[in-house]
């Protein structure tokens, strides 16, 4: 029995050993960090995240992303800028032809506006006999009853012939007597350009002001408005994008009677937004977005649209922006009808950098750090504080970190996963056979005993 006594003894050591192991984190375990500055009053803090740990961290959710106090790591939580929200509807708006040369000081001469109470358009009349109403010049748009700011205006006509293309300007007044100039030339058109069908109909303009004055050139030729609208884009469309412009190369196994190109965005960021450059002017083609997280995953298809670079009256008309359900995916594919062109366009990415947050828990310095292959994503309650704090309370609670030029911590060498002998795992599953023997030597001994006391 006397060597049962080392064996048990080893079966206690081995779960200490096992927990010793499991050494805490410090910021040299990390490829690369950032110093954080804080004020020191708030409790938690927060900062948008630099591109730069988009590229650099190894997970992409960035679940090998630690921010660190002097000594140890503080909870933290990385979340989106902004919340989706239900898009609001487009609604129309009333508009009113003129006819005849516009004056600096406002409306065309002639011509006698009433306005009611509120500020809305009640009717437009020639003040003399003898205004000539068949030329329509521009158009005045009230937008006194829109609720909120629109971003845009959708325009709709007819009387055009089988392609049609104008350039118009837009300007905005309070009292349609002083006028600004908000877009000074953008492009509408309706046209069949090389198979494929182009409409372009929106203006992107906010409309802060009551009323609006849309130049119309297309008038002498008969083409009149039948309607406008005014939209509104989501919070998280309307926040301005960053955005990666990515040059491709061409993909040696295309789809039959198709050209692919192939893009690295050498990163892992939020991508919601997509936009591509034609390199030759008056070109247009049908496109299919291809995106994957990794070079071994599948394809997964992101979006087909229309890319389009042409002149019309002196005026560019791009194609534009695509707007997409979010993906962290580095790899991105572009595929379109083979035409012969040999370069490839530019694939333009717009990101919104998330914001983390975290708690200023023990002594200065604070330090992000990221970059570590292998690690497990941290399991932090920083969220349901949050959560629990109504907007305006957290804008109070909530400091803003200053973040500082990346410094080299482990260095690239964390980034690559680490070969270990698991040593770790023979021990349990020698202390686990151990154990068996022991056990079975334990009931080897009883039974003897047993049998000695039957004699």
Request: overall charge positive; hydrophobic content about 40%.
């Amino acid at each position: 029995m006397k060597f049962l006594i080392p064996a048990l003894v080893l079966l206690v050591i081995l779960p200490g050993l096992s927990a010793a192991e499991q050494k805490p984190l410090v910021r040299e375990d990390f490829a690369f960090g950032m110093d954080l500055t804080i004020n020191g009053r708030n409790a938690i803090y927060s900062l948008l995240m630099p591109a730069q740990v988009y590229q650099d961290c190894v997970r992409s959710d960035l679940g090998d992303l630690r921010v660190f106090n002097a000594s140890n790591p503080v909870p933290h939580l990385l979340r989106p800028q902004l919340e989706k929200e239900n898009m609001r509807p487009a609604q129309a708006v009333p508009f009113f032809p003129l006819s005849g040369n516009l004056e600096e000081s406002g409306s065309p001469p002639g011509l006698r506006i009433s306005i009611g109470h509120n500020g809305t358009i009640i009717s437009l009349r020639p003040s003399r006999v003898g205004i000539s109403r068949k030329t329509v010049t521009a158009y005045l748009i009230d937008a006194s009853g829109l609720e909120q700011q629109a971003d845009w205006l959708e325009l709709f006509w007819s009387g055009q012939e089988q392609n049609f293309s104008t350039s118009v300007r837009v300007e905005s007044s309070q009292d349609l007597n002083s006028w600004k100039t908000v877009v000074h030339s953008t492009a509408l058109a309706e046209l069949d350009f090389g198979g494929q069908r182009l409409v372009r109909r929106r203006i992107r303009v906010r409309i802060k002001g009551q009323y609006l004055r849309i130049s119309w050139p297309s008038g002498k030729d008969g083409v009149t408005l039948s309607a406008i609208r005014a939209g509104y884009d989501r919070k998280e469309q309307a926040r301005s994008r960053t955005v990666i412009s990515l040059k491709g190369t061409r993909d040696p196994k295309p789809a039959p009677g198709r050209i692919s190109y192939l893009y690295d965005s050498h990163g892992f960021f939020p991508v919601d937004q997509l936009h591509i450059r034609l390199p030759q002017k008056n070109s247009l083609a049908r496109t299919t977005i291809f995106s994957k997280a990794n070079e071994q995953a599948p394809w997964r298809r992101r979006a087909s649209l229309l890319a389009y670079q042409l002149m019309l009256d002196g005026t560019s008309l791009a194609s534009e922006i695509q707007n997409i359900n979010s993906t962290r995916d580095r790899f991105w594919r572009l595929e379109m009808e083979d035409t012969g062109g040999s370069e490839p366009p530019v694939l333009e990415l717009g990101w919104l950098p998330g914001e983390l947050v975290f708690m200023a828990q023990g002594d200065e310095p604070f330090t992000l750090a990221y970059g570590r292959a292998g690690l497990a994503r941290a399991r932090y309650e920083v969220d349901r504080l949050l959560a629990a704090l109504d907007p305006l309370r957290e804008k109070k609670l909530v400091g803003e970190a200053r973040v500082g030029k990346q410094i080299l911590l482990g260095g690239e060498d964390m980034l690559v996963p680490a070969v270990e002998i698991p040593w770790k795992r023979w021990l349990l599953w020698v202390g686990l056979i151990l154990g068996v023997l022991v056990v079975g030597i334990m009931a080897l001994q009883l039974f003897r005993e047993m049998q000695r006391e039957k004699e």
